[in-house]
């Protein structure tokens, strides 16, 4: 009965995440289209680089909490409210000391172009986006998905591209900084409320140093994994910034923005298989977890890789939706859409090893990333050498990417399997089918004559993802499966008991 319940929770977050999905679709899709046309690939690529830099300060801020927290809630004998508050001091605390090393050297986020105007500010961003992570991970703690949906994928991305479109007209140079300053202040108060509704405002707490220190220490393998696995996704953007200027990280970053939507699948259904894995781990059942992660991969890679097959095929129109000058990334668009399918296995397999094996997972996910690094660099000094065109160039960390992923999620699925003493992840032949069957339609579209590719576009990428689910529906889809898509009971969130 415990292994069904934990499936409905998992169905449940994931109709609740699919929906933020299709709904931070929506809202990407005009940043996208307001970033390209108004500000341009200079711009762009200038802002697509300092915020890897400031979300990275953010995410090392959080020191693993985003994860960490739902086992420390788990197994704590502390009121609730008390250790949320106590992450949420360690989070400002490390976040003013990295918002004070930014300001002062502004130049960490522009390597590749001059500060000038509002680009120092951008540094004062970081203590919102990481509250707002503890505050979102303590809600998916009690069950509270609906919370990261709205401040992720309503109120962040909207706010952003009505934002960037008013303040085009005011600050061109200026105007995309601050929208993000604005979407992720935005986002921080939706976080933060509902956190203090659901958890209320402390009764007899200070802060605790020793624990505090204590809780930084056990999750340091936590956040180490966690800036890892987002380091992998951005190491190919800021080598770009190295090797090349703005405006080739621009186009290559309106790429990865269309190719980190699928991306968001697997990192929205975090916040529910998190706290499963730590109560079934809790209570000693690997069983129960080597199927959860089994289900929740499958669900994602077929996800995923109906948007490969829909944004990959036209990726040339694609692309040129967002501007003329952005086609030149449809070969990197299509090589990150595959890195996102075949990464999916082992970033599920990882939501269980950072609780089973954190150190060994740090240790292999450290290799990896530096495996990605020395890839991408001689990809790219390669073509380089071969006379290859700067667009070919430019596509060698993309091809990197692709491969380092693969490589971990073999591995990483291996080592979880190995563990747990059961298989975490497997292939379907109705999945097979499915991609068979969509890509043959895709590539019908794409033999159209040129002038006919709006076709492609408006009638091709419905009906290739209309015969890939219905594929998948008839031929791989079990019971088990269909739970994602059926409401079971008046679906209520339920807390879990103050004390474990």
């Known amino acids: 009965m415990k292994e069904s319940e934990d499936l409905n929770q998992l169905a449940k977050g994931g109709r ?93 986020m522009f390597p590749n172009s001059g500060v000038a105007g509002m680009d120092r500010y951008l540094a004062v961003i970081v203590v919102a986006i990481a509250w707002s992570d503890v505050s979102l991970a303590a809600l998916a703690y009690r069950g509270n998905v609906q919370a990261t949906v709205t401040a992720r994928a309503i109120i962040e991305p909207w706010t952003i591209s009505i934002a960037a479109w008013g303040l085009y007209y005011l600050s061109p140079h200026d105007g995309l900084i601050i929208a993000y300053v604005l979407s992720m202040a935005a986002a921080l108060v939706a976080s933060v409320v509902p956190m203090l509704r659901s958890y209320g405002v402390p009764q007899g707490w200070s802060p605790r140093i020793t624990p505090l220190l204590q809780l930084a220490r056990r999750n340091i ?25 703005p405006a080739i990280v621009g186009i290559y970053y309106m790429a990865q923005q269309v190719a980190s939507i699928p991306q968001k ?108 690094a020395a890839l991408s660099f001689a990809l790219v000094f390669a073509m380089r050498d071969l006379g290859w065109g700067v667009n070919y160039q430019a596509a060698g960390p993309a091809v990197a990417l692709a ?18 003493k059961a298989p975490v992840f497997s292939l379907r032949p109705g999945f097979l089918a499915a991609l068979a069957a969509g890509g043959a339609v895709g590539a019908a579209f794409t033999a159209l004559p040129h002038e006919l590719e709006w076709v492609e576009i408006t009638v091709g990428v419905p009906v290739i ?9 008839k031929w791989a889809f079990d019971e088990s499966d269909r739970k994602l898509f059926k409401r079971t009971q008046a679906e209520t969130a339920t807390l879990p008991d103050e004390r474990v």
């Open 16 to 108: 609740t995440n699919i929906l933020g999905f299709i709904l931070r679709l929506a809202a990407r899709i005009p940043f996208l289209f307001i970033a390209g046309r108004l500000y341009g690939p200079d711009t762009v690529g200038r802002f697509a680089l300092a915020i890897v830099v400031v979300e990275l300060a953010a995410l090392l801020a959080t020191l693993g909490l985003k994860r960490g927290l739902a086992q420390a809630l788990a197994l704590t004998r502390r009121p609730h409210n008390h250790v949320v508050w106590d992450a949420l001091v360690v989070a400002f605390a490390v976040s003013i000391v990295a918002s004070a090393i930014l300001w002062t050297f502004p130049q960490i």
């Open 221 to 245: 393998p936590l956040a180490g994994a966690d800036a890892i696995e987002w380091g992998t996704r951005n190491i190919d953007r800021f080598i770009l910034g190295l090797l090349f200027p």
């Open 265 to 372: 699948l697997k990192t929205s259904f975090d916040p529910v298989l998190g706290p499963v894995i730590a109560r079934n781990l809790a209570a000693g059942n690997r069983a129960a977890i080597a199927a959860q992660v089994k289900q929740v991969a499958f669900w994602i890679i077929t996800l995923q890789a109906a948007l490969l097959l829909a944004g990959g095929i036209p990726a040339e129109g694609v692309m040129g939706v967002v501007g003329p000058e952005f086609v030149a990334g449809a070969g990197a668009l299509c090589f990150l859409l595959a890195a996102e399918v075949l990464a999916s296995p082992g970033a599920v397999a990882e939501a269980g090893l950072v609780y089973i094996a954190r150190h060994r997972n740090l240790v292999v996910s450290m290799l990896l990333l530096g495996f990605q």
């Open 403 to 420: 491969v380092t992923l693969t490589l971990g999620s073999t591995i990483k699925c291996w080592m979880l399997a190995h563990m747990l």
């Open 465 to 473: 993802f209309a015969v890939y689910s219905a594929v998948i529906f």
